[in-house]
């Protein structure tokens, strides 16, 4: 796979990276790339820490890690330090590449701007490539290895999921969020390149489309969540917009409605929805999305003539095995051969469909949320006695926001606080409230059932 990225880098003097102000060729890519790679190559071979967000040189630095051998692990600089210090502990990191500012001097920091060396860059041997970090239910985020041989399957794969490569493609997710993976690939490996949507165009609706307007992708990777903010111009059709000709969802689900907008303002629109868990290589299944499916309750998520990995269906869950599977989580010893997703989902004419979650773990904005999680670090809290969190969903039964209850002698701005230092933004609870007391049943577990009822109650069912 690094072979392959390597002769598609020195073969393109294309744009590779594209911000809003700012790009980067392939040329420049390599180059820039091997330079750092050298400089890791002289640091250990632990895992190394990516400190950033959408600059470019996020995307130097995580082919500058695959150069040298060293797994990367992306951390968003919007993430709390205690949840960043918590993942420099399990992964056991020597060294962090300061794209952006990292205002703490706990680890060795290096900057992915290096002078260009006459060193040969030596070869380690190290099978891992990257180390996602995700929502875990033991209250702790938990890593998720994915090897080169993972990353080699599902991109032969990725590449048979698009009926043409794309030429440029529009990216909102984070480097920390396993859908960017989809883009990474098609951009190392197969010349894509990346018009990096970062937060501040995310927030800014002028801005977003001043980007989309100036640079012109012809594809989208997105979540369903952003596909419908842009649905919500009605300028956002094949007439103002006549590049764009495949959109890719993956992260949540897909629904009817969203699919049917899209395939109505874009007549000749490929729509692309795929499924997968970060735990296999960010997605194992992708389908083709047209009209008449989308008068369905349920939109299907594969074509089981064409996957990643084995999929079958055990007791109605979702289970996946093979090349794009990771072997087991970076705090635990237990390889795994089959990893049950826990997706709800089904097989019906060769297309596999999911159709939510047997657990509490949710997705939210395309993050994979436990609220064990949220739960576990609310009971951290000093002087919270009890508390519970669970989703508001909508009429299409697509988590709206996160809401919590607490009780105990404590301040909702000591409760906010301590949230915000531990846990990343999306998974703040958007409303928590302070209470005398959380229902219980006849086991003497909080009645959840009881408590969401009474938060309809309270708001006049106005959810």
Known sequence: MIEAMIQNCLKQNKIAYQTFDDSLTFQELYESSLSLAIVLNQKGSSPVLIYGHKQKEMLISIFACLLANRAY?????????????????????????????????????????????????????????????????SGKPKG???????????????????????????????????????????????GS?????????????????????????????????????????????????????????????????????????????????AYGPSEATSAVSAVQINQEMCQSKYLPVGDMKNLACEVTI????????????????????????????????????????????????????????????????????PHVEQCAVFPIMDSNNTVKTIKAYVTGDISLNTVKEELSRKLPAYMVPRSIKIVDQIPENANYKIDRRRLYERFKRNINGNL
């Open 314 to 381: 055990i007791n109605d869950e979702i289970v996946l095995s093979g090349k794009s599977v990771f072997h087991g989580y970076l705090s635990s010893s237990k390889n795994i051969d089959q990893y049950f997703t826990g997706d709800l989902g089904y097989i019906e004419n060769d297309l596999l469909y999911c159709i939510g979650r047997k657990d509490s773990q949710i997705k939210y904005k395309g993050y994979r949320i436990e609220l064990a999680e949220i739960e576990q670090v609310l009971s951290s809290v």
């Open 144 to 190: 998720i290895p994915i090897t080169y041989e993972n990353c080699d399957n599902f991109s032969q794969w990725i590449a048979g999921v698009f009926p043409h490569i794309p030429d440029s493609i529009l990216s909102q997710a984070s480097f920390s969020f396993d859908l960017s993976v989809v883009e990474l690939i098609c951009c190392l490996r197969y």
């Open 193 to 273: 390149a990346i018009i990096a949507c970062d937060r501040t165009r995310l927030h800014d609706y002028g801005q977003l489309f001043q980007l989309i307007d100036r640079y012109q992708p012809s594809s989208i990777v997105a979540t369903p969540t952003f596909l419908r903010m842009l649905l919500l111009n009605k300028e956002f059709d094949s007439h103002h917009y006549p590049f764009i000709d495949q959109i890719y969802c993956c992260g949540e689900m897909l629904l009817c409605d969203t699919a049917l907008k899209a395939l109505t303002r874009f007549e000749d629109l490929i729509l692309i929805n």
């Open 73 to 137: 692990v992306p951390i968003d600089d919007a993430w709390p330090v205690e949840r960043i210090l918590e993942i420099m502990n399990q992964t056991q990191a020597s060294c962090l590449i300061e794209v952006s500012l990292f205002p703490y001097d706990v680890i060795e920091k290096i900057s992915p701007v290096q002078k260009k060396q006459n060193i040969p860059l030596q070869s380690l041997h190290n099978e891992i490539a990257y180390i996602i970090f995700t929502s875990g239910s």
